[in-house]
């Protein structure tokens, strides 16, 4: 696949398992980072991210911004450290947004709509036509 101006399109994806003890699920606290890098340095930055703890998915996107992180934290105060200091601070970020979560309203369409470019309905825990 061919993106723009003849560069290779990439997908950088990659998903965490909720953190589990006492068979409960933790609540986290969830934001959208949406990510201006330095020219031609998309998948340097990209990979950089999914190195933090706190970054759970990257995508590529078109528009007015060239990355857009998930990132999860567990008190806000350390969403006030990872942003702003540890994300924020890379050089070869030129500019963040970030958007707070406030409710989750359904994992069902979450995973919809965070699963852009997935291969098969089955990755969303669709059933398949063979059963």
Do not use: N
């Not at 006492?22 to 930055?45: D, K, N, Q």
């Not at 060239?66 to 050089?91: C, F, H, K, N, S």
């Not at 409710?103 to 063979?130: F, N, T, V």
């Amino acid at each position: 696949m061919v993106g723009m101006i003849g560069t290779p399109a990439f997908r950088w994806h990659a998903r965490r398992p909720a953190v589990r003890w006492s068979g409960t699920i933790r609540p986290m606290i969830a934001a959208v980072v949406l990510i201006t890098t330095e020219r031609g340095r998309i998948a340097e930055t990209a990979e950089a991210l999914l190195e933090l703890p706190e970054v759970g998915e990257v995508y590529s996107v078109a528009g007015a911004y060239d990355l857009v992180a998930i990132v999860r934290v567990r008190a806000y105060e350390q969403m006030a450290e990872v942003v702003p200091t540890r994300l924020a601070g890379m050089p070869t970020i030129v500019k963040t947004t970030t958007l707070m979560a406030f409710q989750c309203y359904s994992k069902r369409d979450l995973e919809r709509m965070w699963g852009i470019g997935l291969d098969d309905e089955s990755e969303l825990g669709e059933p398949s036509a063979e059963g």
